[in-house]
């Protein structure tokens, strides 16, 4: 039984250049969450799938955010003309229920 | 704004004794809570949860209390470990939302 997945593990960009992250969640998970997470803080909710369909997206996600789940299983979160302010932990989580279960994060500095 | 608080920061406990990481909460359309534990460079991983229809929940070492009036929950750990050594996470939800809300963690040292 494999949890949830994230590709890359740790990203290193220059200012402006786009970024994508991949999530696969657990198998049969029909729901999949994005949240990044920034030093001495929680994860902060960013957006929700349910299947294809994005039900949710947070404030915090600007328009040069992307999140698609095309096929309803893997998920791919685009940063275009990334800001120095983009640096944090992207984290990817999966449910079936109420418990999210969370994948080991992707790792993002912008120079 | 902060809907969800955790006020100590840091908690450093012996061996063998028990920890108690608080978190307190003001949105009382909350409603099923989650405690995660995360390691450095690793994602949190789910410890236990409660709802809101309980007051207590328990698995092997660890037990969570809800007290809903006070809107306070609490996360027992009993006998501590070293293994334990993480920040501890509350994260609440509304119903139906499925979009929880992290409080800013507590690091938790359990001293050998």
């Known amino acids: 039984d494999t949890g949830v997945s994230q590709d890359p593990r740790h990203k290193i960009t220059k200012r402006g250049q786009n970024v994508t992250f991949r999530c696969d969640p657990i198998s049969e998970h029909n729901r999949l969450y994005w949240y990044r997470q920034t030093l001495g803080q929680g994860p902060e909710f960013l957006t929700y799938?349910?299947?294809?369909?994005?039900?949710?997206k947070s404030r915090l996600l600007s328009d040069r955010f992307s999140a698609e789940r095309p096929k309803g299983s893997f998920s791919t979160l685009e940063i275009q003309r990334t800001e120095q302010g983009d640096s944090a932990m992207y984290l990817c989580?999966?449910?079936?229920?109420?418990?999210?279960?969370f994948g080991p994060g992707t790792r993002l500095l912008v120079l | 704004d902060q809907q969800v608080k955790q006020n100590s920061p840091s908690l450093s406990v012996q061996e063998g004794r028990i920890s108690i990481l608080n978190c307190d909460y003001t949105?009382?359309?909350?409603?099923?809570f989650l405690w995660y534990k995360k390691y450095p460079a690793e994602g949190p991983t789910f410890l236990i949860s409660i709802s809101s229809i309980k007051d207590k929940n328990e698995d092997g070492r660890f037990t969570v209390f809800l007290n809903k009036s006070a809107k306070h929950l609490s996360l027992h750990i009993v006998p501590s470990q070293p293994g334990d050594s993480a920040v501890y996470f509350c994260a609440p939800s509304s119903s139906g939302t499925y979009k929880y809300i992290f409080g800013t963690g507590t690091r938790l040292k359990v001293l050998a």
């Open positions: 799938f349910q299947n294809e369909a994005q039900l949710e």
């Open positions: 949105n009382s359309m909350f409603d099923y």
């Open positions: 989580a999966s449910s079936v229920a109420e418990t999210q279960y």
